[in-house]
């Protein structure tokens, strides 16, 4: 069998390169160097499942509290009026999801799909590896829970 990049994650006994943003018995969430963009993390459950069909009951509760905070976090942290998400369960048996600040945008600017294009195209000019790591480490003070 393939290796498994997300299952090596999670078998990690170190964080990733950034850190986890969000790390619970079911998901994780942390800047992945391949997309690199900043204020973009894959969230991923631990186990494989594909889809959102294969989500149990309670990784999809789960799953909507986990965003909800996520996006919450990024909005303020990312000053965006929204944060996209999506999700196509290609390639990874594992289910997984981009979350990512919107760009502000004018009547006529570019946004929505033509800026997932650019970012599944690894489009060079939208990717910055040390600034993706600086705001996937705020991100992850910000979801800190209080000592
Ligand atoms: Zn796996």
New binding site residues.
Partial sequence: MDE????ES?GRSDPPEGGWVYSTDRFRAYALPAVSVPGWVVLHTT??AVGLAGLDEEESRELGIGIQHLSRAMTHLCDTPKIYMFAMADR???FHMMLGAAPRTSPGEEGGAALLTRILMKDPTLRDREKSLMVAQQLRDLLKPPM
């Fill in positions: 498994c990049h997300f299952c999670v186990r494989h990874v048996p594992h």
